[in-house]
């Protein structure tokens, strides 16, 4: 199976700024997933990363507050810009190829 | 609009007692159905998943699952709970065919008592 990381694991930020989550993954996967999990609740899909062309955002999330790059097939980062407490959640990457889905093990977001 | 349906927030149950979890699914046609689990600090583990035939899959840690076409269901089942199986279950679709963006359930809060 692969090996999936996530960076940071956690973090503590002030509302008004922006953190970089990166997802690395040891082999090369088609499609990344990134899904926020809000405290308490479900996974929530927030978007879909090809690598070579725009991610697509699900309703509720627009590419100005979360921006995602995927310059190649195992890596890939989310942004979360201009931070609110409501953004503090768990960020799940979904590396995912064929009949293979893995979950990254998450970054713990807490704003302030 | 499609969706995930798990209907027990929490449940609590005795060490050795038999355990079945609900979800239920809104969609015309058959999804691809998954039953995830999530322990405390953990991440998500696939306990199993079904794509088509077979309507009874068997996944890891003794757990099943039954497609059941008629009531859109897709319910988890295991016949004796061991205490470490204390943790949250997720039940999730994909609409789109295969290991595609997934729509998760609410989660279902397992307790196991001794």
């Known amino acids: 199976s692969a090996v999936i990381s996530q960076k940071p694991s956690r973090d503590i930020c002030q509302r008004g700024t922006s953190l970089t989550i990166q997802c690395q993954v040891d082999s090369q996967v088609t499609m990344m997933f990134w899904y926020r999990q809000q405290p308490g609740q479900s996974l929530t899909l927030i978007a879909t990363a090809n690598q070579g062309s725009e991610a697509t955002y699900e309703s509720g999330f627009v590419i100005d507050k979360f921006p995602i790059s995927r310059p190649n097939l195992t890596f890939s980062t989310l942004t979360v810009s201009n931070m609110s407490p409501e953004d503090s959640s768990i960020y799940l990457c979904?590396?995912?190829?064929?009949?293979?889905?893995?979950f990254g093990p998450g970054t713990r977001l807490l704003v302030l | 609009a499609q969706s995930v349906t798990q209907p027990d927030i929490h449940i609590t149950v005795s060490e050795g007692a038999s355990l079945e979890l609900r979800c239920n699914y809104s969609?015309?046609?058959?999804?691809?159905l998954f039953w995830y689990v999530q322990s405390p600090g953990q991440g998500l583990q696939l306990l199993l998943k079904?794509?088509?035939?077979?309507?009874l899959v068997q996944g890891i840690k003794g757990f099943e699952a039954e497609f059941k076409r008629s009531q859109s269901s897709f319910n988890l089942r295991k016949p004796s709970v061991h205490w470490s199986d204390a943790a949250e279950y997720f039940c999730?679709?994909?609409?789109?065919?295969?290991?595609?963006?997934?729509?998760f359930g609410a989660g279902t809060r397992l307790a196991v008592h001794p």
């Open positions: 979904s590396p995912t190829s064929g009949e293979t889905q893995y």
């Open positions: 079904y794509f088509s035939g077979d309507t």
């Open positions: 969609y015309g046609a058959t999804p691809y």
């Open positions: 999730a679709a994909s609409f789109s065919g295969g290991y595609n963006k997934l729509i």
